[in-house]
């Protein structure tokens, strides 16, 4: 996988004001309601990893010359995907597989290249584009304790099927209508939790709720460095309830020059994994989301 960002054109863009604005309600309109067609507007979802990458997407355009504007921490997939519909947004980073299923909910589809091709044909009418995936990838994973793992001998998500009934699972309000939660959990797994404690998406409320034993079960994001650092184990999806969750920029057509396609095409084929635990990890620590993406670019840059 490449390892370094070529971003075009910024010789010939160097001249051009830059502007990124951020804060207050994450959806709002210019003062006079009017949006300029010259600025992208970069947003992202309600949880830390997906205002960084959109932060990732938004410093290295504005690198580049080109005029951004953020609005992030907009809400779940159901909110922001509607602003990037309508237009109140240009550009967010998306995970291909958790994005296929919201649009085609009884997708199964695990090869990546048929997702991206499934995702094209089903936004493309819809004037979206959907750009290179990256290598870095952070799907919903089942964790547990390790005291918990060890005393009912659990390695996939399988085994829990005997014991489901006596354990209570954490993870976010969505998942009670998604087939990617409890819906699925039910259907392909055959698992009735004794409770569904509502917290969030794979954050902090699910890891104290883990460690101060309100929750013996919780959902997880695989690029979480806290599963590791706590003694958390993940079990294995072995019947493939979760899909792909590669890193995938999603804009629309009418904001989606060659010369961004370029520079976003570019993040992707830099980032790994890796890379996401260690930003995570830095955002754990109290890091700034802007100055973990800076940095992040600074060494990434050609």
């Known amino acids: 996988m490449r390892k370094k960002i070529i971003l075009a054109g910024l010789a010939a863009t160097a001249a051009l004001a830059l502007t990124a604005c951020a804060g ?20 992202s979802a309600d949880f830390s990893e997906s205002q960084l990458l959109a932060t990732i997407y938004s410093h290295a355009l504005q690198n580049a010359g080109v005029k951004v504007e953020e609005k992030l921490n907009i809400g779940s997939r159901e909110v922001y995907l509607q602003a990037l519909r309508d237009g109140s947004i240009d550009l967010l980073p998306e995970y291909n597989g958790y994005l296929l299923s919201e649009l085609d909910p009884k997708t199964s589809e695990t090869d990546r290249d048929a ?5 094209e044909e089903k936004l493309a009418p819809e004037g979206i584009l959907v750009l290179d995936q990256a290598e870095a990838e952070n799907t919903d994973v089942l964790v547990v304790n390790a005291d918990v793992a060890k005393q009912h001998s659990l390695v996939n998500i399988s085994d829990l099927q005997p014991v489901a009934g006596d354990l ?20 392909v797994y055959g698992l009735k939790f004794k409770e569904f404690k509502v917290l969030d998406a794979g954050g902090p409320l699910t890891l104290a709720a883990l460690q101060n034993g309100q929750a013996q079960v919780g959902d997880m994001f695989s690029s979480d460095p806290a599963i590791g650092e706590n003694g958390l184990v993940s079990l294995v999806d072995d019947k493939g309830l979760f899909l792909p969750a590669n890193i995938i920029p999603v804009i629309r057509k009418d904001a989606a020059t060659d010369q961004v396609k370029e520079i976003l095409n570019g993040i992707s084929a830099a980032l790994t994994t890796e890379d996401l635990m260690a930003m995570n990890g830095k955002i754990a620590a109290g890091d700034d989301i802007g100055a973990i993406a800076d940095d992040w670019l600074d060494q990434h840059k050609s």
Do not use: C, F, N, Y
Not at 28 to 42: E, L
């Open 115 to 119: 997702i991206r091709a499934q995702l």
């Open 24 to 43: 207050g309600d994450p959806m709002s309109s210019d003062g006079d309601g009017s949006k300029d067609s010259s600025t992208i507007i970069v947003g």
């Open 168 to 187: 209570v699972l954490a993870g976010p309000a969505e998942w009670k209508s998604r087939h990617i939660g409890l819906p699925g959990l039910e259907e």
